[in-house]
Each structure stands twice: as C-alpha cells, then as structure tokens.
Nanobody, 130 residues
Framework: EEQLVESGGGLVQAGGSLRLSCGASGFTFRDYVIAWFRQAPGKEREGVSCISSTDGSTYYANSVKGRFTISSDNAKKMVYLQMDNLKPEDAAVYYC???????????????????????WGQGTQVTVSS
C-alpha cells in the first residue's frame, strides 16, 4: 500500500526552526516529485517546495525562498523540509504529496498545482508564536 507519513511539526517561536520529515513507502515509481504543501485555516492549500527524484531539482514558493530547504534521501525514501527563521504566517498544517509530473509541468511551473499529486500524507501541524 502506498503511503506518505509526515512528522516533525510542533510549536516554535518566531525566528526558530523546525525540520519536517516525509516517509514514503509502497511506491514503485522511478521518477516522481515529492512536494510540501501547507494549509492555514480559511486559506487554500498552497505549494511550499518540491523536489524531483529524477535529478534532485528543487523549487520553492517565493514566500519561503532563502528560509526553507528541501532535501531527500532516496535510499531511505525520505524527504525533509528544513524551515528556518519561521514567521507567524508560516503556521499551517503541512502536507507532503507525491505526483508524477511531466517535463511540461516543470516548464510551465505547474509543480504546485494540487491536482497533479495523487498521494497525500495526513499532515503535520506547525504553529509559530510571535
């Protein structure tokens, strides 16, 4: 059974750091993308960062560039999101998701469209106090 499991969320003060982890199991795809999304109360789910298993390419939302770093350990089938200098507006439920994206999706920068991802984790809460 294909499964994504997130961990690492919690409560942190503004300016602090957290590292989220996403473990993938049961998948047999060779080329895929794992992305982190987040959803705050009353807001739409938005893409934060993603990484390609094919070549390790990474992409970030403008709101987190320079503060968040995505990485992967393909042998362990783990993807991490290091979040530094957290701000109150980063507070949300964070989800990891797996999708099979085409080259056109990357060229057109559609990698943060939720409909491209068929597999989702249950989410982990990140709370940032000011």
């Amino acid at each position: 059974e294909e499964q994504l499991v997130e961990s690492g969320g919690g409560l942190v003060q503004a300016g602090g750091s957290l590292r989220l982890s996403c473990g993938a199991s049961g998948f047999t795809f060779r080329d895929y993308v794992i992305a982190w999304f987040r959803q705050a109360p009353g807001k739409e789910r938005e893409g934060v960062s993603c990484i390609s298993s094919t070549d390790g390419s990474t992409y970030y939302a403008n709101s987190v560039k320079g503060r968040f770093t995505i990485s992967s350990d393909n042998a362990k089938k783990m993807v991490y999101l290091q979040m530094d200098n957290l701000k109150p507006e980063d507070a949300a439920v964070y989800y990891c998701a797996l999708g099979i994206l085409s080259w056109g999706d990357f060229i057109s920068r559609r990698f943060f469209q939720t409909q491209l991802y068929d597999y989702w984790g249950q989410g982990t809460q990140v709370t940032v106090s000011s």
